[in-house]
């Protein structure tokens, strides 16, 4: 399957990101927990330069929780702070503040060298579309956020959003865009939905997601839908077993195969065949 994706106005992005950066202190990153390395960009590296860095293994209510797990380690091993977070439900989200502590202490020391105390750590979230940027800075911030308003030096009407003493938050994320090196990984952005839709073949992008499902989590195919069995039959074949399971038929009774795989992405997508993880950590997937 070829996707590919078009950078358009990425040039624009890169800069007005540069720009930001020399407002804060640390970077927040958010990742989606069923596809971390995938759904990250790694210009972000060079993007930070020197900065205060943080990961965010989001919507990890959707994902495998051993995996998640190996996913903690594999970020902390490479010098990481990080936090397993469900932004949807607020889980993880106290563990938050406290690492952020951590993550800046040498800026908050060098702060108190000079005599300055109790200078908030300014962060800003970043991550690809889709990952839960906006759902995360509600639901950190909460109701209880003040915005500070605008202050000379912010640009674009940029808003800090103070959180408590020691955090503040610019209030517009930073939106990276998904990059890839190979299929794989545009296949799992694809299964995640962080794709559009519109650029892929449904069907195609579905035969993919039973042969992973096959592979990796047998058993939830047949659970979802009752009645497939997915034995020795070729992806095309499950799809429509899935198709007669939900009665997707076409006029004279044929399956119809393009609906199947809108239930089935659907299905995946929000948790509704179980939690799934799309990849495991480079040394744990052997
Ligand atoms: P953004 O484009 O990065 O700002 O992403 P959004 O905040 O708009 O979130 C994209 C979708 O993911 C929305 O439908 C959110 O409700 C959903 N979402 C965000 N965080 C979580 C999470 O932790 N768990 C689940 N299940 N869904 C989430």
């Given at each position: 399957m070829n996707i590919q994706w078009y950078p358009g106005h990425m040039t624009k992005a890169k800069r007005a990101?540069?720009?930001d950066m020399k407002l804060i202190d640390l970077v927040i990153e958010l990742v989606d927990a069923r596809t971390p390395l995938?759904?990250?960009?790694?210009?972000?590296?060079?993007?930070?330069?020197?900065?205060?860095?943080?990961?965010?293994?989001?919507?990890?209510?959707?994902?495998?929780?051993?995996?998640?797990?190996?996913w903690v380690r594999y970020f902390t091993d490479q010098g990481c702070h990080v936090v397993k977070v469900n932004c949807k439900t607020g889980n993880g989200l106290k563990q938050i503040s406290p690492t952020v502590q951590e993550a800046c202490r040498e800026k908050i020391e060098r702060d108190r060298r000079r005599g300055i105390l109790n200078r908030p750590v300014r962060a800003m979230v970043v991550g690809i579309p889709n990952v839960g940027k906006s759902t995360f800075i509600n639901a950190f911030a909460g109701r209880a956020c003040a915005k500070t308003g605008n202050r000379p030096g912010v640009t674009k009407g940029n808003q800090w959003i103070r959180l408590n003493k020691t955090l503040e938050l610019l209030d517009t994320p930073g939106i990276l865009w998904p990059k890839f090196e190979d299929q794989k990984a545009g296949l799992n952005l694809a299964f995640i939905g962080s794709i559009n839709d519109e650029i892929l073949d449904k069907e195609e992008l579905a035969l993919e997601l039973i042969r992973f499902l096959r592979g990796r989590y047998p058993g939830v195919i047949e659970k979802r839908y009752p009645g497939t069995e997915t034995g020795e039959d070729s992806p095309f074949q499950i799809l429509e077993q899935i198709a007669q399971a939900r009665s997707c038929l076409l006029k004279g009774g044929a399956s119809d195969s393009a609906k199947a795989a809108s239930i089935l992405l659907d299905d995946f997508r929000s948790g509704r065949l179980g939690r799934i993880t799309l990849e495991l950590p480079p040394a744990a997937a052997g």
């Open positions: 990101m540069k720009e995938g759904s990250r960009n790694p210009d972000i590296d060079e993007l930070a330069g020197g900065k205060a860095r943080m990961v965010l293994l989001n919507k990890s209510d959707l994902a495998d929780e051993k995996a998640n797990e190996e």
